[in-house]
């Protein structure tokens, strides 16, 4: 990408937002409020994102079937069959069975703050090998990340009650807090 169509890019979509600030300011708000709910009930939160992983994988799993079924003679047949299949036992076990599927979702999480704080640990080692001067923050990140795995995974089985629900609504609070500075200051720009 050139600097001339990044520029044009980065105009396109600051006129975007200039021109629907109020839907951006509202999609801020309600992640917020969705946020600090999820904070304040966790475990509600957490069966929430169960059973919505539940839905996404028994929807997905029921349409790849639907799509299987209706090419049959396409290559990969078998293997877009399982796919289905596997995508409509999932979800319905998701559904069926939320509380145990929070405790594998629960489980996912340790392993994504595991690897993601060794990955970006080893990026901040590369980038301090490259003198460059941000790899502090990287490596404190990545930190960061492997001390909230020990801590969930320490706190076996009771952390199964809050974790994935408490960081949903942390994640919630802060992506809503960013909508909002941005609607505003897109706002501010349109000021006289």
């Given at each position: 990408m050139t600097s001339e169509s990044f520029d044009a890019a980065?105009?396109?979509v600051a006129r975007i937002v200039r021109?629907?600030?109020?839907?951006?300011?509202?999609?801020g708000v309600i992640l917020v409020v969705l946020g600090l709910l999820a904070i304040a009930v966790p475990m509600v939160a957490g069966l929430a994102v169960t059973i919505l992983f539940g839905w996404l994988f028994l929807i997905s799993g029921i349409v790849g079937l639907f799509t299987t079924f209706s090419m049959r003679h396409a290559p990969g047949f078998w293997w877009s069959l399982v796919s289905g299949v596997i995508g409509v036992v999932v979800g319905?076990?998701?559904l069926i069975q939320p509380d145990v599927g929070l405790v594998?979702?629960?489980y996912l999480l340790i392993a994504f703050f595991m690897i993601e704080g060794i990955a970006t640990i080893m990026f901040a080692l590369d980038h301090r090998a490259a003198?460059?001067?941000?790899?502090?923050?990287?490596?404190?990140s990545g930190i960061v990340d492997l001390l909230l795995a020990a801590v969930i995974l320490a706190g076996l089985p009771g952390t199964v009650d809050w974790a994935l629900g408490l960081i949903v609504g942390i994640n919630m609070l802060?992506?809503?807090a960013s909508m909002i500075g941005m609607a505003l200051?897109?706002?501010a720009?349109?000021?006289p």
């Open positions: 980065r105009v396109a021109a629907h600030w109020k839907l951006f300011l509202i999609e319905g076990w998701l594998s979702l629960t003198l460059s001067g941000r790899w502090g923050w990287m490596l404190t802060f992506g809503g200051a897109a706002h720009d349109q000021l």
